[in-house]
């Protein structure tokens, strides 16, 4: 089994920063992809970043504000969020796929507000 943990969330204003943390445990292959998702009241999850072997890929709503980073040996991802927006505002979740099975945190929540 594997097992995600998500920190980092929380209230911020506009403008600000936040990182968010995703720390992967139980029996973790090395060849996974590893991404962020968010789903916002009434909306549906949608993708962040993800990021598989060094390579990464950004909703266009978030290029250039959110970079994605990965520590192989701590099997842990990184969401890097600057400039944050009110429509930033979701819960973020974590998710890593490895033999075409997917597997998700619990999710963390990212207020963005004045």
């Known amino acids: 089994q594997v097992q995600l943990v998500e920190s980092g969330g929380g209230l911020v204003q506009p403008g600000g920063s936040l990182r968010l943390s995703c720390a992967a445990s139980g029996n973790i292959f090395s060849n996974n992809a590893m991404g962020w998702y968010r789903q916002a009241p009434g909306k549906q999850r949608e993708l962040v970043a993800n990021v598989f072997r060094g390579d990464t890929n950004y909703a266009d709503s978030v290029k250039g504000r959110f970079t994605i980073s990965r520590d192989n040996a701590k099997n842990t991802v990184y969401l890097q969020m600057n400039s944050l927006k009110p429509e930033d505002t979701a819960v973020y979740y974590c998710?890593?796929?490895?033999?075409?099975?997917?597997?998700w945190g619990q999710g963390t929540q990212v207020t963005v507000s004045s």
């Open positions: 998710k890593l796929r490895q033999n075409w099975r997917d597997y």
